[in-house]
C-alpha cells in the first residue's frame, strides 16, 4: 500500500512559480514510477509529467514541456512538480499518483493550482 499526500498548491499570478511536493508512504514507494495529473473544472484528469522508478526516464504533455520540471527523492520519499512560468491555463487541481509506468494505482487527494491572469 501507498499513500500519498500532495501540498504546494495556491494562488500565483501569471508567470509565476510553484512547486509541488508529494509524500509517500509505504515501502513500494521507490519501486513505483510517480506521476502527476490534473483536472480543470469540466474538464477530463490529464497525465501532466511522470517519472520512472529510477529517476531515468520522465514524461510531459506538450503543455508544459519547458516549464515543468518532475523529480524524486528516494531518501525523502518524495516527488516534486517545480512548475515555472505559470498560465492561467494550468489552474487545476493537481493530483500526484504512483504505479507501474503509465499504470497509476494510487493517487493522493489533490492540491488546487490558481493562475490569475
Known amino acids: 500500500q501507498v499513500q500519498l499526500v500532495e501540498s504546494g498548491g495556491g494562488l500565483v499570478q501569471a508567470g509565476g512559480s510553484l512547486r509541488l511536493s508529494c509524500v509517500a508512504s509505504?515501502?513500494?514507494?521507490?519501486?513505483?514510477?510517480m506521476g502527476w495529473f490534473r483536472q480543470a473544472p469540466g474538464k477530463e484528469r490529464e497525465y501532466v509529467a511522470g517519472v520512472s522508478w529510477s529517476g531515468g526516464s520522465t514524461y510531459y504533455v506538450d503543455s508544459v514541456k519547458g516549464r515543468f520540471t518532475i523529480s524524486r527523492d528516494v531518501a525523502k520519499n518524495t516527488v516534486y512538480l517545480q512548475m515555472n512560468s505559470l498560465k492561467p491555463e494550468d489552474t487545476a487541481v493537481y493530483y500526484c499518483?504512483?504505479?507501474?509506468?503509465?499504470?497509476?494505482?494510487?493517487w493522493g487527494q489533490g492540491t488546487q493550482v490558481t493562475v490569475s491572469s
Open positions: 499518483a504512483a504505479g507501474p509506468w503509465g499504470d497509476y494505482g494510487y
Open positions: 509505504g515501502s513500494t514507494f521507490a519501486s513505483y514510477a
